[in-house]
């Protein structure tokens, strides 16, 4: 996953940071991913549009 600016996967209506794109099966909160409709990156996405678990986590690992 690249640190600064991760792939995120628009699962139903909500944006999830995930490792591979469309190939992940599990975005970083947790929740599995089996509907993904879009791809894309955090940059263009805008850290406010996505999961609140997957911001949560991310900013904690890029500290």
């Not at 995930?18 to 263009?44: M, N, W």
Request: aromatic share 4%.
């Amino acid at each position: 996953m690249e640190e600064t600016n991760p792939v995120v996967l628009l699962t139903g209506d909500t944006w999830h940071i995930v490792e591979y794109s469309r190939r992940s099966k599990v975005a970083l909160c947790g929740q599995r991913v089996g509907d993904g409709r879009a791809h894309t990156r955090l940059k263009q996405v805008g850290v406010e549009n996505i999961c609140r678990n997957c911001a949560k986590l991310w900013q904690t690992e890029k500290g």
